[in-house]
Nanobody, 122 residues
Framework: VQLQASGGGLVQPGGSLRLSCVGS????????VGWFRQAPGKDREWVSF????????MYANSVKGRFTIFRDNAKNTVYLQMNSLKPEDTAVYYC????????????????WGQGTLVTVSS
């Protein structure tokens, strides 16, 4: 069972990136999936999650209106579309999966990806 996060890179302020979280060895559509990030010198923080229920995805206030989490079950992938990026979005981004219920707390997740670095700089 593995999660593979990818899609990070260097982008200018105001730009966009799409992160991918691919599951292997299990099907992501049976799990809640969240994204977290850790900026240099700071603790890891929750960014967004997508639950199994019909409850709409949730976002941290710092990214609300700019980031979108969505699933492609055919590809066993969960994405994080990041628009209007700011220098303060610079961090290593992690995806995580949990069952049956997930939220904004790391202990609610069972599996973690290795992280992908996003750098927002001119």
């Amino acid at each position: 069972v593995q999660l593979q996060a990818s899609g990070g890179g260097l982008v200018q302020p105001g730009g966009s990136l799409r992160l991918s979280c691919v599951g292997s060895g299990f099907t992501l559509d049976r799990y809640g999936v969240g994204w977290f990030r850790q900026a240099p010198g700071k603790d890891r923080e929750w960014v967004s999650f997508s639950r199994l229920s019909d409850v709409p995805p949730m976002y941290a206030n710092s990214v609300k209106g700019r980031f979108t989490i969505f699933r492609d079950n055919a590809k066993n992938t969960v994405y994080l579309q990041m628009n209007s990026l700011k220098p303060e979005d610079t961090a290593v981004y992690y995806c995580a999966a949990g069952w049956p219920s997930i939220g904004a707390t790391e202990t609610e997740y069972d599996y973690w990806g290795q992280g992908t670095l996003v750098t927002v700089s001119s």
